[in-house]
């Protein structure tokens, strides 16, 4: 190799060689935060003489990935989004001590979420997705 160049913005690493040209590459970095674990969520029916509200109750765990080495977290809170049409539309910031969160509905529908991990820095994780199914 006669000359390296790592673009860490662009996620690549560039290698030139002498007689073998030049290389191109995508970084293999680790993720910063791990998504939160085990979201899975409910419907719930709220039925009065004015309708039916439905409830969907979304719950998730911290996960240990995330632990700083002292055992503190890296996270701040986490995001949750309601996802359309391959789109997420963010619905609520949560507190990094949130582990349930209910959300009130007049519609009985499919309903797709992703939730995040979030740092301080603003910093996200993947999505963990989630499909809750309309009432029979």
Do not use: C, M
Not at 16 to 35: D, H, K, M, N, Q
């Amino acid at each position: 190799i006669t000359e390296l160049e790592i673009h860490p913005i662009k996620n690549r690493i560039i290698a030139a060689t002498y007689g073998r040209g030049v290389w191109e590459s995508t970084l293999a970095l680790e993720p910063i935060l791990s998504p939160p674990l085990d979201f899975s969520g409910q419907l719930e029916l709220n039925k009065s003489l004015l309708g039916t509200e439905y409830i969907h109750v979304l719950n998730w765990q911290a996960n240990p990935d995330n632990l700083t080495e002292n055992g503190g977290s890296k996270v701040e809170g986490y995001r949750l989004y309601e996802v359309s049409n391959s789109e997420q539309t963010q619905i609520k910031k949560l507190p990094s001590g949130t582990f349930t969160f209910l959300r009130r509905k007049q519609s009985n529908r499919v309903y797709y979420y992703a939730l995040t991990a979030v740092d301080s820095a603003g910093n996200e994780s993947i999505p963990f997705y989630l499909t809750i199914l309309p009432e029979k």
